[in-house]
């Protein structure tokens, strides 16, 4: 990806930068928020590490300005912040994910990796398999004509799934869809989460059988044709 990363500690800058480089991302730097937010809105990049303190134009400034103007980049906030008002604050003005400093390096690169992947996710076109077809742009399901609403973890959930039709998806891959790869996830939640999904699905294809089958020990796979 094409990343822009908006930090004035240049410590933490030329930390950032040389270790998405290596990682196989193009990086531009901004060291202040005013700067950092035209850059951004000049659409030229695909993702954004954006810094709160910053001189002229502080990061929820970046955001608020940014999203007023349409800009869909992700944004991944970086900040010694780590005020529970302010991480919902960031979130509130359309933050995509909050790491708070200090971080660990290969946290960093694994949130930015997950960026890359719902980007390229988004891309793809629409899933569709068993009856069922799904609709990004408004997070739908389409069974039978109907349009079933989904959040946003149950849609990510659901189209790893149909995208794998056939093939058993594990109980990682479903996590890391749906949560990101360093979350920490309750043992029984995704069971959750898929009964919801089963329920607003009815649960049953064309011929009676499930459309989500739990794979015993392994996970669940997605058994229309």
């Known amino acids: 990806m094409n990343v822009l990363v908006i930090e004035d500690d ?48 502080d990061g929820f400034e970046v955001l608020e300005q940014v999203r007023a103007n349409h ?32 971080f660990i390096l290969e946290i960093l690169l694994a949130r930015v990796g997950a960026i890359a992947r719902r980007i390229a996710t988004a891309e793809l076109p629409p899933a569709s398999a068993g009856g069922v077809t799904l609709d990004r742009s408004r997070r739908l399901a389409i069974r039978l004509g109907k349009e079933i609403a989904l959040t946003r973890k149950q849609f990510e959930l659901l189209e790893t799934l149909v995208r794998r039709r056939g093939l058993i998806t594990t109980r ?3 996590i ?7 979350a920490e996830v309750k043992e029984n939640t995704l069971d959750v ?14 011929n009676g059988q499930p459309l989500i089958r739990t794979v015993h020990g392994s996970g669940y796979m997605f058994v229309g044709v």
Not at 176 to 182: Q, R
């Open 172 to 174: 990682e891959q479903l």
């Open 71 to 102: 800009c869909k980049t992700p944004i991944l906030v970086l900040t010694a912040v780590d005020a529970v008002p302010k991480i919902l604050q960031a979130f509130d003005l359309g933050a995509d994910d909050y790491l708070v400093k200090p």
């Open 193 to 206: 989460y898929i009964h919801g999904l089963r329920s607003k699905l009815e649960d049953q294809s064309d």
């Open 10 to 57: 240049n410590r933490i800058a030329s930390l950032v930068e040389r270790a998405l480089t290596e990682d196989g991302h193009s990086v531009a730097v901004s060291h202040n928020g005013r700067e950092g937010a035209d850059m951004l809105l000049s659409g030229r990049f695909d993702a954004a590490l954006l810094d709160i303190l910053l001189p002229e134009m």
């Open 176 to 182: 890391e869809a749906g949560w990101g790869i360093t």
